[in-house]
């Protein structure tokens, strides 16, 4: 799977919006981006998903650059709920199998 | 809650000993995944199972063996632990191995190894 780049850590205030990037220069044309959080001592929970188009759902949206080689999620008003470790991950169609590599991912800190 | 099951959620054990973790997928998932998260190595992919049938092996040890039965649900058989092995596992789910299905995770399994 084509590897993706995340900062190691952002900050942020409650109730103000967040954009964490996500960069994957070596994205092929039928990976899908895929993101993931995880709480401290929690399973990592699924957020969002996309493959050309942004894409809303209820907890954030996934903005996708025309060249798909990066991206960006918006959680439009941070909660401390949201604080979490953040991971961007691509999932290829063609692998076979299609499991999820993780990275380090980005650790956000929200503060009240 | 993501509907996947994972008995037990603590575990302590000896080194030597040997333990099943037990994993129960959504409702109607056919894929089964496990993986393995320390402290020092972040969450790695162990194996996948689709139907019954291995379908995807990452970093599992050969201590380590897992299958899924035909009911889906799936066991994680670790032996001869070592005080390595003390982390946190993961069973997930998803209905299909299509790359654009979602993969729900499970709480965990902490298995301490003394």
């Known amino acids: 799977d084509a590897k993706t780049t995340q900062p190691n850590s952002m900050e942020s205030n409650e109730e103000e919006p967040v954009h964490l990037p996500c960069n994957h220069s070596t994205i092929s044309g039928t990976d899908y981006i895929h993101w993931y959080r995880q709480l401290p001592s929690q399973g990592p929970e699924y957020v969002i998903h996309g493959l050309t188009s942004n894409v809303n759902n209820r907890m954030a949206s996934l903005a996708i650059a025309e060249d798909r080689k990066s991206s960006t999620l918006i959680l439009h008003r941070a909660t401390l709920r949201d604080a979490a470790v953040y991971y961007c991950i691509l999932r290829g169609a063609n692998s076979g199998y299609s499991t999820l590599t993780f990275g380090k991912g980005t650790m956000l800190l929200v503060s009240p | 809650d993501s509907g996947v099951t994972q008995t037990p959620k603590h575990l302590i054990t000896a080194t030597g000993q040997r333990v099943t973790l037990r994993c129960s997928p959504r409702?109607?998932?056919?894929?089964v995944y496990w993986y393995q998260q320390s402290l020092d190595q972040g969450l790695q992919f162990l194996i996948q199972y689709y139907n019954g049938e291995e379908r995807a092996k990452g970093n599992i040890l050969e201590r380590f063996s897992a299958q899924q039965f035909p009911d889906l649900h799936s066991e994680l058989n670790l032996s001869s632990l070592e005080l390595g092995d003390s982390a946190l596992y993961f069973c997930?789910?998803?209905?299909?191995?299509?790359?654009?299905?979602?993969?729900?995770f499970g709480e965990g399994s902490w298995l301490t190894v003394v």
């Open positions: 409702s109607g998932d056919l894929s």
């Open positions: 997930a789910s998803s209905r299909t191995v299509v790359s654009g299905n979602t993969i729900y």
